[in-house]
C-alpha cells in the first residue's frame, strides 16, 4: 500500500521515572512533559501529520497516589486554561477521548470550552486520552449495539466493523498509522485497542521528558521505512503499488 502517514498516536510514558532519578518530585516530571507534548505538536504541524494522539491519563491511573493525582488535574487545568489561546494560533482543533464524569466540574467546563473554542480550526488535529481505556471503550459500544438490537432498533446482520467503529469513542479518528512508545516499555497498555490494529509500533528507551524533536524524527523515519502489509504478502503488496502507479 501506498506510504502515508495520517494519525500518529504516542504514549508518553516515563515522566515519574524520570523525576525521580533526578531526586525530583513526580510532579516536576508531568510538567516536563507537557512542554515536550508542546514540542512534538509543532514538530507535527511541519510535517503536515494530519492527527496527533496522546495518552494523558489512563482509566488505570486513578490508581495512583491521592496527591500525585491531585497534582495531575492541575496541570490538566493549567493546559486547558493556557493552551486555549495557543490551539487557536495555531489552527489546532482539540478533542478529548475518554470519561469525563469522574473530573471535577470545573474541569469539565475548561475541557469543553477548549473544544468548542478550537472547533473551527482545520490544522492538526490533536486529541488527548484522558480517563480512557481501550476495553472499556470497546465494552461500551458492543453493549450500546447490544441493546439497539435487543429493541429492534438495529438488526444482528446489520452488526459489522463499521458500525463498532461508529460507538467509539474514538469514531471520528481514523486509523493510527504509527505508534510510538517512550519509557522503555514494549506493550500498548490498552490503548486505542481497535484504531491500532495495523499500526506500526516504534519503541524508545527514553523517557517522555527527554524525548527530542529529533528522536521524534527518527521514529517518524522508522516508520517509513517499514513494509506495510495489511495481512498481505510482500509480492501482493508490491503488485498493488505497481497497478495504483499505472492508474495514477
Not at 49 to 73: D, K, M, Y
Not at 175 to 181: A, F, M, Y
Amino acid at each position: 500500500m501506498p506510504k502515508s502517514l495520517n494519525h500518529l498516536a504516542v504514549i508518553m510514558d516515563g515522566n515519574r521515572r524520570w523525576a525521580r532519578k533526578r531526586g525530583l518530585a513526580v510532579l516536576k516530571g508531568h510538567h516536563r512533559g507537557a512542554d515536550v507534548l508542546r514540542d512534538i505538536s509543532q514538530v507535527t504541524v511541519k510535517k503536515s501529520i494530519g492527527w496527533l494522539t496522546v495518552f494523558a491519563f489512563s482509566s488505570e491511573n486513578w490508581q495512583r497516589p491521592p496527591a500525585e493525582i491531585r497534582g495531575l488535574l492541575g496541570l490538566m487545568k493549567q493546559f486547558f486554561t493556557a493552551q486555549s489561546k495557543d490551539l487557536i494560533e495555531n489552527n489546532i482543533r482539540l478533542r478529548i477521548v475518554g470519561r469525563r464524569d469522574r473530573f471535577s466540574s470545573e474541569l469539565q467546563r475548561l475541557i469543553g470550552d477548549a473544544e468548542r473554542h478550537s472547533a473551527p480550526n482545520t490544522g492538526l488535529n490533536l486529541t488527548v486520552a484522558l480517563d480512557y481505556g481501550g476495553k472499556q471503550d470497546i465494552a461500551v459500544a458492543a453493549a450500546q449495539i447490544a441493546h439497539e438490537v435487543e429493541t429492534g432498533l438495529l438488526r444482528a446482520d446489520q452488526v459489522d466493523d463499521d458500525l463498532l467503529k461508529s460507538r467509539l469513542s474514538t469514531k471520528v479518528l481514523p486509523p493510527v498509522d504509527l505508534l510510538i512508545r517512550t519509557g522503555g516499555e514494549k506493550r500498548i497498555s490498552n490503548f486505542m485497542l481497535w484504531d491500532l490494529s495495523y499500526a506500526e509500533l516504534v519503541f524508545s528507551d527514553k523517557f517522555w521528558p527527554e524525548y527530542t524533536t529529533t528522536d521524534f524524527l527518527s521514529a517518524i523515519d522508522e516508520y517509513y521505512k517499514r513494509d506495510r502489509r495489511y495481512g498481505g504478502s510482500a509480492e501482493e503488496v508490491h503488485h498493488i503499488r505497481v497497478v495504483q502507479s499505472d492508474l495514477a
